[in-house]
C-alpha cells in the first residue's frame, strides 16, 4: 500500500509541476512576483535550466560512483586447443596416433 501511495503522490505533483510551468511560461509571462520583482517568464526559464542542469551533473555524478566503487571484472581466460583441432565445417576431428 505504501507503494501506490507514494507513486499517487507523485503522479499529483507531476501534473501540478506542469501546470504550474505551463502558467508561468505560457499564461502570465509578464506577472511578475510581488516581492521579488521577477518575471514568471524567467522564473520558469530559470527553473527548466538549473533542472537541466541538475540532472547532467546527477548523472555524471552517478557515472562516476560506479565506476569508483565497482570491481573490476575478472580476467577472461581462454582455454587453448591442444588435442584436438576444429575443421572448417565446424567439427572438432582428433588428431591421428592419439
Known sequence: MKDKAI???????????FAAYVYM?????TATLPLLGIKLWD???????????GVLCFIVGWIGYTLLTTPAPAPIEIPEISSTEVSEGGEERKEEGS
Do not use: F, N, R, S
Open 7 to 17: 507513486g499517487a503522490l507523485l503522479l499529483v505533483a507531476g501534473i501540478l509541476v
Open 43 to 53: 522564473l520558469a526559464v530559470d527553473i527548466a535550466i538549473i533542472a537541466a542542469v
Open 25 to 29: 511560461m505560457i499564461i502570465a509571462p
